[in-house]
């Protein structure tokens, strides 16, 4: 699976727009980009996953470059109960391919 | 759907005694995983299990460790005998096939003295 990069941390304020990026310059054609979150004292939290296109769902949006080298997270409007470790992975699936890996992710502060 | 339950939540021993954690997965999910999260390594994958069968144990660190799902909706995993290094939150998770998203439990945090 494909090697991310992340921050280590970032800060945002409430209500406004939190963008966290993720490089993945090594993804292959058929490696998803997956996010989940991982809030204090609590077990990762699936949040969005994405091929090419754009996507979005009630918790987020999912901007993945035309070349597919980074993505952006986007959480349209950060409450505090956002702050979290965010993990971007990216992970293939299918056949042998189960094992997702997480790395250590962006601590998102959302500041009031 | 009440997610994926784990128990205990919190479990304080002491070195050499045995202990097991359970797992119940979302209903209808065939794929069961077992992870362990320390500070020094992370989030690092135990055991996975495919329609209640062992596909990949490569992660267990040490025969002390062994994990059982004997039906659809029960897993444990089970350490004996424990050792303070095995001190971690061990997370169990869930998905309806291995490519589908994980949903995770609050795990059990276990204290090894």
């Known amino acids: 699976d494909a090697k991310t990069t992340q921050p280590p941390s970032m800060d945002c304020a409430e209500g406004r727009a939190a963008n966290l990026p993720c490089n993945h310059s090594?993804?292959?054609?058929?490696?998803?980009v997956y996010w989940y979150r991982q809030i204090h004292s609590q077990g990762p939290q699936y949040i969005i996953h994405?091929?090419?296109n754009n996507e979005t769902n009630e918790m987020a949006s999912l901007i993945i470059t035309e070349d597919r080298k980074s993505s952006t997270l986007i959480l349209p409007h950060a409450t505090l109960r956002d702050t979290a470790v965010y993990y971007c992975i990216g992970f293939r699936g299918g056949g042998s391919n189960y094992k997702l890996t997480f790395g250590k992710g962006t601590l998102l502060t959302v500041n009031p | 759907d009440a997610g994926v339950i784990q128990s205990p939540r919190h479990e304080v021993t002491e070195m050499g005694q045995e202990v097991t954690l359970r797992c119940k997965p979302i209903s209808g999910h065939n794929s069961l995983f077992w992870y362990r999260q320390t500070m020094m390594r992370g989030l690092e994958l135990l055991i996975y299990?495919?329609?209640?069968?062992?596909?990949?144990d490569s992660g267990m660190p040490e025969d002390r460790f062994s994990a059982k799902m004997p039906n659809a909706s029960f897993s444990t995993l089970k350490i004996q005998p424990s050792e303070p290094r095995d001190s971690a939150v061990y997370f169990c998770?869930?998905?309806?096939?291995?490519?589908?998203?994980?949903?995770f439990g609050n795990g059990t945090r276990l204290t090894v003295t």
């Open positions: 090594t993804i292959s054609g058929n490696e998803y």
């Open positions: 299990f495919n329609n209640n069968v062992p596909i990949d």
């Open positions: 998770a869930s998905s309806e096939s291995y490519h589908s998203p994980l949903h």
């Open positions: 994405g091929l090419k």
